[in-house]
């Protein structure tokens, strides 16, 4: 995990998200150990799948982390990008 993440400034609703996707991430290294590995992206469709607040602190969350640069959103497909990219408060 990128601890700078908690670095940034933050609401606790984006760094919520970028664990989340950070997770979904991960579960992809090793499919044969994680039966539930999806081979599919990840997309703002599955993480509102997973996340369990209101879909507004969602979209909220994901603006955040998009401003930061923590995270790219290419046509609903998601991806957490380098840590020294990323923009602080």
Known sequence: M??????LGLSVEAVSLFLLIEGMAGS?????KNCKA???GITVHSCIEKWSGEEVDFNSALEELVA???VKNRDSDLSITKTDTWKTK
């Open 2 to 7: 990128a601890k700078s993440i908690f670095d």
């Open 28 to 32: 992809k290294i090793d499919a044969e």
């Open 38 to 40: 999806s081979t599919e």
């Open 68 to 70: 930061a640069g923590v």
